[in-house]
């Protein structure tokens, strides 16, 4: 005899039974239970595997959304530092553009101004009184206009500079004679070399 397993109008399955000598219509009404109490078991184990594979994969999910959000904030915490040392980049940059400013300020108004003054001046010696002076003492005058000059054109190297960096820089090129750049050289630094007791000389002496 077949007895099909039905819960709630599904069909979960069937079962073969015998009896010798036959069923009785009693036995019907008997077997219609049993099988509606294996269909209800049969029913809630195959529910309750549906949950359980539900609740795995929910944990599972639970756990890697767990893990994302993790990553997530480590990686908030990574942006958030960069974007605090950013900040404190720009901080100093802008700091060190004014400390630029300030000091190029200082080097053109109190520096080469006073050295222009000071340089007139030599000049001025030099070309309205210089018989009036020894050859010694018109030497160092003229050493002193050079040296003056050499610190207005350091002054003025330091404001091109600022120049280059602002774009506004015009280079002009034109030839220059390097013997009388080294002997003017020499000239500037013979006074530094006297105080170690040295003498540049040139063109250097043969051997």
């Known amino acids: ?3 099909p397993l039905v819960h709630e109008g599904n069909v979960l399955g069937s079962m073969k039974i015998r009896k ?5 219509p009693e ?4 077997l219609k239970a049993v099988s509606e109490n294996i269909s ?5 184990a195959v529910e309750y595997d549906k949950k359980k594979l539900l609740m795995f994969k929910t944990s599972k999910q639970s756990r ?5 959000t993790t990553q997530v904030e480590t990686l908030n ?3 958030s530092q960069k974007l605090e040392d950013l900040e404190k980049a720009k901080a100093a940059s802008e700091a060190a553009n004014i400390a630029k400013t300030e000091f190029t300020s200082v080097i053109s108004h109190e520096l080469r101004t006073p050295l222009t003054s000071i340089h007139g001046s030599l000049a001025l010696l030099l070309g309205t009184s210089s018989e009036k002076f ?10 002193a206009e050079r040296n003056c000059n050499r610190l207005i054109q350091l002054i003025n190297d330091i404001l091109d500079i600022q120049k280059i960096e602002s774009g506004i820089l015009t280079l002009n090129s034109s030839k220059q004679d390097v013997k009388t750049l080294i002997e003017t050289s020499i000239s500037n630094n013979a006074a530094y070399a006297n105080n170690f ?4 000389i040139y063109p250097p002496e043969q051997e």
């Open 1 to 3: 005899m077949i007895v």
């Open 27 to 30: 036995d019907k009404a008997l």
């Open 197 to 200: 007791n040295m003498k540049i």
């Open 20 to 24: 010798i000598g036959g069923f009785q």
């Open 77 to 79: 915490e990574f942006l």
């Open 40 to 44: 209800v078991t049969i029913y809630s």
């Open 134 to 143: 020894s050859e010694s003492h018109l030497g160092l005058l003229e050493i």
């Open 64 to 68: 890697e959304l767990e893990l994302r």
